[in-house]
């Protein structure tokens, strides 16, 4: 079915501000407690790693359509024409529609719960409320359903299962980038998802002056504006942001972890870290980064495809994001300047306070589900499985043995010379195998296999190297997104409740980052939080708070923010 455009109301229902909501909890039924020997994290590998099917394909092809609610999201590989495609072409008998959204994706998702017109396979954020909506409406088969009429073998993680619960009993949502309990060593530190980059030769150039606090960083931006003001005959952006959503800016976000703005109490309470001075430290910084000149006005308007063109052509100094986001575009401009490099580092607030950054340990940044009415469900639960399978796990990350890799004495990767030579050209030669597909990606379940880099640009393709510096400030804080409990007789109303305050946040931000002098920032910003106020943010407040205790009990400890646990 071909997904169509409708306009009606936002349903969206998101996090307040900086505080992360993760997916429901789910069924015991179908999953497992233990992690397997050479299995991903997320699901059990019953194939080769190399690629080889043991099962007989399907004669015929059945066209599907999987919406991503990203409007940014792009296919790696050149779809139909590169080897993955081929793959599930004749492996599954399945032929992918891919369709993102003009927008945030609002009035497609609102459509659907509206209507029940949901496509053959859903992807959303796993923060949105979306997934709980359409479950409702009873527009989507559950995964408990599709395991055991199709894939009995197919057996998820049990507390990442768990968490997708629904009020039913049932689990509609699979998660990616989602890290078990089970699977994870005792003590092991992972990297964080942000991180702040900067173009390496451009900082030596300037010496490499001390960017340990935000007003020396400032003041290195500015230098860099002035002084080296160009970068192949275009203006340098001192400072690059994430796009900027009706909901506000992930970067932005991000800056409470660097600047240490606590979520917890003593006592153990969730704080609302928009209504912390700390915060205050976090917008005056931006704003005076603005008024410096030293954030572009483009900033505000820019889509992910501008930044990524902005990264490539070499013109970003620094930035705070998920470089993994940007891989593509760094490889781009080292195989146009090779020492034109970027390198992480740890920004630390005015007062010179350690970052508290959160890792990438989670329940999932996006969730897939299978519309009721597909009429593939059969062959989409097949693909389901093989995707969370050590098979499909090498092959999304890692491609083909003997052609893309082989394998080292210690059982990791290495690169194979056809596969370093197209990556090389730079002109998209390696899209022929269609590697990196991400909607079910399982980053910890091949992170140990990836080679170590051998040259610069290899950092780009091992995110944990290049985020080393930050190791030492990563933490598990997967509580600070709670539990949510899809019982909850307040819960349709918190929903909408977070979805106004979000939205009036995302309209304001803008205003106060742009203000003309720090005062008016300030007067702005007490203005918002009164008028947030206003709009029962207190209620909200007490209700997050439930779902961040219900986590830290299933997490089984009593408190949360890093430093309380020292």
Request: aromatic residues 12%; negative net charge; contains cysteine.
């Amino acid at each position: 079915m071909k997904l169509k455009k409708w306009s009606a109301s936002l349903l969206a229902f998101v996090l307040m501000m900086t505080v992360v909501l993760t997916g429901c909890a789910g069924s015991k039924d179908n999953a497992k407690e233990t992690a397997p020997a050479a299995t991903s994290a997320t699901g059990t590998g019953t194939q080769s790693p190399t690629g080889a099917p043991a099962e007989k394909g399907y004669d015929d092809v059945m066209n599907i359509d999987w919406y991503v609610n990203l409007s940014w999201w792009k296919y790696p590989g050149n779809y139909g024409k590169d080897k993955f495609s081929e793959y599930i072409k004749e492996r599954f008998g399945l032929n992918i529609n891919f369709i993102t959204p003009a927008g945030d994706g609002s009035d497609q998702m609102s459509a659907m719960i509206a209507t029940g017109q949901v496509p053959d396979l859903v992807t959303v954020e796993s923060w949105l409320d979306y997934k709980t909506k359409l479950a409702k409406g009873g527009y989507l088969v559950s995964i408990n359903e599709l395991i055991d009429k199709y894939v009995p073998n197919f057996k998820p993680y049990q507390d990442i299962f768990n968490w997708y619960k629904e009020s039913d009993g049932k689990t509609y949502a699979l998660p990616n980038y989602a890290y078990s309990s089970y699977a994870m060593k005792p003590g092991e530190k992972l990297e964080p998802n942000s991180a702040f980059t900067l173009r390496k030769d451009i900082y030596e150039q300037l010496g490499r002056p001390d960017i340990s606090t935000a007003d020396k960083f400032l003041d290195v931006l500015e230098r860099v504006k002035k002084e080296v003001k160009t970068y192949d005959g275009k203006s340098l952006i001192p400072l690059q942001l994430y796009e900027f959503t009706s909901n506000g800016n992930s970067s932005v976000n991000w800056l409470n972890e660097y600047f240490a703005v606590p979520y917890e109490d003593e006592s153990g309470k969730l704080l609302n870290r928009t209504y912390s001075e700390k915060y205050w430290e976090v917008l005056k910084f931006l704003n005076d980064a603005y008024r410096r000149g030293l954030i572009s006005k483009d900033n505000f308007t820019d889509k992910r495809d501008q930044i990524n063109e902005k990264i490539a052509s070499g013109r970003v100094f620094a930035s705070l994001t998920a470089p993994q986001d940007f891989t593509e575009q760094m490889r781009t401009l080292y195989n146009m300047d090779d020492k034109a490099q970027y390198e992480a580092f740890a920004l630390r607030n005015y007062e010179g306070d350690d970052p508290v950054l959160t890792d990438i340990r989670g329940f999932g940044w996006l969730v897939t589900m299978v519309g009721k009415n597909s009429k593939a469900q059969e062959r989409i639960a097949k693909l389901l499985e093989f995707l969370n399978s050590k098979e499909g796990q090498h092959m999304v990350h890692f491609g083909w043995e003997n052609e893309t890799y082989t394998y080292n004495e210690d059982g990791t990767i290495k690169w194979t010379k056809e596969y370093e030579d197209a990556l090389a050209k730079g002109d998209g030669s390696e899209k022929k195998w269609g590697m990196g597909f991400n909607l079910l990606m399982d980053w910890y379940s091949v992170k140990d296999l990836f080679p170590q880099p051998e040259k610069p640009v290899d950092q780009y393709l091992a995110e944990k190297t290049m985020k080393k510096p930050l190791l030492e400030y990563s933490y598990d804080t997967s509580a600070v997104g709670g539990k949510p409990n899809p019982d909850h007789p307040d819960r349709d109303k918190m929903l909408e409740t977070s979805n106004r305050l979000s939205l009036f946040w995302g309209k304001e931000l803008p205003r106060i980052i742009m203000a003309e002098s720090e005062a008016k920032a300030r007067s702005i910003y007490e203005d918002v939080l009164s008028k947030m106020d206003a709009m029962g943010r207190a209620d909200l407040d007490t209700y997050n708070n439930e779902l961040f205790q219900g986590a830290k009990e299933a997490l089984g400890i009593d408190r949360s923010w890093p430093p309380f646990r020292k």
